[in-house]
């Protein structure tokens, strides 16, 4: 059970150029999230998926798009890529049911500088 | 919107000494309350929770009570140890179960280092 795996762990891009970030649970659970991490700022969420094939816009979702493939697996696409893009960016799953409905499981990370 | 706010950090202790981190939040509703952990390099994971008002929660010797009237979840540790040294975020769900997608919002975390 790996829980909340992402790919890749460090990234260096050229502005204007494009990626995906991986994001993948085995978990079985239904909700899924991407959020950046900036000093200072704490976490903000990027977008949102309550469920397989919803997706949904969180609180800085400009010049993101996410794909929310199956179950398992959502990915983060940056179409062109800026310097204000540089962050650490955390993939999260939780299960919205249950006793533990509250508690989100994350991944390590993505460290992304674009230069 | 719902808010978190923690004390500004970094906060640097030596080894046993007690520890506080405020936090506290605006939100409608009953809001459930988190305190993450991150380590170096690694993800968040969650330390403790409270569901509900006067709730307790503890886990690793921490401990942070859910206070409604003056909405704050201040976390406590009596004697830190160096292995603490991380980053810890206050958080809140304002609709965590069911059917709502369950945002958390974050403070802006705390930088604790311990030092022998």
């Given amino acids: ?115 | 919107g719902d808010s978190v706010t923690q004390m500004e950090g970094p906060v640097t202790l030596s080894e046993e000494a007690f520890l506080t981190i405020n936090c506290t939040y605006t939100a409608t509703g009953y809001p459930s309350l988190f305190w993450y952990v991150q380590y170096p390099g690694e993800g968040l994971q969650l330390l403790l929770k409270a569901t509900k008002a006067d709730d307790k929660g503890s886990n690793k010797g921490f401990e942070a009570t859910y206070r409604k009237e003056t909405t704050s979840f201040h976390l406590e540790k009596g004697s830190v140890q160096v292995s603490d040294s991380a980053v810890y975020f206050c958080a809140l769900a304002a609709n965590a179960g069911g059917t709502s997608y369950g945002k958390l919002t974050f403070g802006q975390g705390t930088i604790l280092t311990v030092h022998p």
């Fill in chain 1, 1 to 115: 059970n790996a829980g909340v795996t992402q790919t890749p762990k460090f990234q260096v891009l050229k502005t204007g150029q494009s990626m995906t970030l991986q994001c993948a649970q085995d978990m079985n659970h239904n909700s899924m999230y991407w959020y950046r991490q900036d000093p200072g700022m704490g976490l903000r969420l990027i977008y949102y998926s309550a469920s397989e094939g919803t997706t949904d816009k969180g609180e800085v979702p400009n010049g993101y798009n996410v794909s929310r493939l199956n179950k398992r697996e959502f990915s983060l696409r940056l179409e062109s890529a800026a310097p204000s893009q540089t962050s650490v960016y955390f993939c999260a799953s939780r299960n919205p049911w249950g006793s533990s409905s509250y508690e989100q499981y994350f991944g390590p990370g993505t460290r992304l500088t674009v230069t």
